[in-house]
């Protein structure tokens, strides 16, 4: 279904650029590609745009550099790096300063979409990290019912991934899950998104918070002991949203 929505892809592999312009083409996005940071730049000025798509290695002036000069000229503008390199500090500099997500080459074109129309159609997306499948069938289904959408991790890997993608907005972590050591997952999540909202639920709540940094327990918003009682965890959530909004 063909959108309004202008994307503006920023890469010196000219293959590329045709590739995924031909891509969102498909998917209904209106996209244009430019091949330096330089361009970049003085076609956001001379023209209007929903999103930014930028390789981080170029010539010149890096996706980086490039992104922190665009965001003088178009604050608001989402955008999303890719890279064909594994997650570094330059990366990590751009998601503290504000990058929508990042991603590494090769991009899953399926994620990307999901990324890109989180970024323009909004909704908030809360993480479970938890290994009982029956709590979080019953937790994706009540926050569907509040316009919420839940999205259940299995392993480390796969919440860092997801933290480094901005693929959500608040974290639901289970301190007890065989597969997932909670302190690290979020110290590691941490350094991608030191802003993000997390809620804690553990079958021994003074254990956990004896088990968690002191810099880290401050920026914790509950600790939830099971059994849980699922009304004031949801309301804990919304209550978080509301102070941001």
């Known amino acids: 279904m063909k959108t309004n929505r202008r994307i503006l892809v920023v890469d ?20 244009k590609a430019v091949h330096d940071g330089f361009k970049a730049l003085e076609t956001i000025e001379e023209e209007e745009f929903d999103m930014v ?4 290695r170029m010539p010149g002036m890096d996706g980086v ?16 790096l890719m890279t064909a390199f594994a997650v570094e500090s330059r990366i990590k500099e751009a998601l503290r300063s504000g990058v929508f ?12 979409i999901c990324s890109i129309k989180k970024s323009f159609f909004g909704g908030a997306v809360i993480m ?13 289904d009540r926050f569907a019912e509040i316009g919420y959408r839940g999205l259940v991790v299995r392993n480390h890997e796969t919440a860092v991934l997801g933290a480094s993608e901005k693929k959500f907005d608040f974290i639901i972590l289970n301190a007890n899950h ?20 997390v809620i804690i639920i553990t079958d021994n709540k003074k254990e956990t918070e004896n088990q968690i940094d002191q810099t880290l327990k ?28």
């Not at 479970?128 to 994706?140: F, T, V």
């Open 12 to 31: 010196d592999n000219i293959d590329y650029c045709e590739g995924i312009i031909d891509f969102l083409e498909m998917e209904g996005f209106d996209a």
């Open 53 to 56: 798509l930028m390789d981080v």
């Open 65 to 80: 550099e490039t992104f922190q000069k665009l965001k003088k000229i178009s604050p608001n503008t989402p955008t999303i």
């Open 101 to 112: 997500g990042a991603f590494q080459k090769p991009v899953d074109n399926e994620r990307l």
């Open 128 to 140: 479970i990290a938890d290994d009982d499948k029956e709590l979080c069938s019953y937790l994706l």
């Open 178 to 197: 065989k597969d997932i050591n909670a302190v690290e997952t979020y110290q590691k999540i941490r350094d991608f998104r030191p802003d993000i909202n």
């Open 218 to 245: 401050k920026d914790v918003c509950a600790i939830f002991e099971k059994p849980l009682d699922i009304d004031t965890l949801i309301e804990a959530v919304q209550k978080t949203f509301d102070g941001r909004n």
